[in-house]
């Protein structure tokens, strides 16, 4: 019998994403921190995040497939998180506006013996933002609970000149990796 696949993620867009490889799952949420540490670089960073939420999974689920990933913006090697209000999504969208900046996805698929985790990176160029464009973006609800307060996949497409590496992967869940991942555990 083939354990189940669970997908350790309230996201909705990286709900879509699996569903496009074609597998059966199930979706699970998980209570993990996104506390970055003074320590860890930003691939660390979302690297624990992607491992922490996937062996969260396999703690309720423990016979299961769990993947779990996280999605961080960085800008100067700052990462940029959700914005906690408008004034912290102008100041993300000022930091990125005219400039290139890093989409990092890590992906953890992990059962109770072991855990495998890919780091995605991507290059993604904004063209120039004007302060009523950002304005404009934020009442739009969109920004709200995006890391670097925006939605490739939505309105804040816009923005984007140009990307260097998976689309996929900016959204939330690179296919690929995940893919190529989880065909080493079934």
Not at 84 to 98: E, I
Request: aromatic share 8%.
């Amino acid at each position: 019998m083939q354990a189940s696949i669970l997908l350790a993620s309230g996201s909705p867009r990286r709900k879509e994403l699996l569903e496009q490889l074609g597998y059966q799952f199930s979706v699970i949420r998980t209570d993990v921190e996104e506390m970055r540490r003074s320590d860890e670089t930003p691939y660390q960073y979302v690297s624990r995040l992607s491992q922490d939420k996937a062996l969260a999974g396999i703690a309720l689920e423990p016979s299961s497939i769990v993947i779990g990933s996280d999605t961080i913006v960085v800008c100067e090697q700052a990462v940029l998180e959700k914005p906690v209000d408008y004034q912290h999504a102008r100041q993300m969208l000022m930091q990125l506006s005219g400039r290139a900046h890093q989409v990092m996805t890590a992906v953890t698929v992990a059962n109770k013996q072991r855990q495998e985790t890919v780091v995605v990176t991507t290059d993604v160029w904004f063209k120039p933002l004007s302060e009523q464009e950002i304005e404009q973006y934020w009442q739009s609800g969109e920004p709200c609970d995006k890391a670097g307060s925006y939605a490739i996949q939505g309105i804040g497409g816009r923005f984007v000149t140009r990307l260097e590496g998976s689309y996929h992967a900016v959204v939330g869940l690179p296919l690929f990796e995940t893919d190529q991942l989880l065909h080493k555990f079934l």
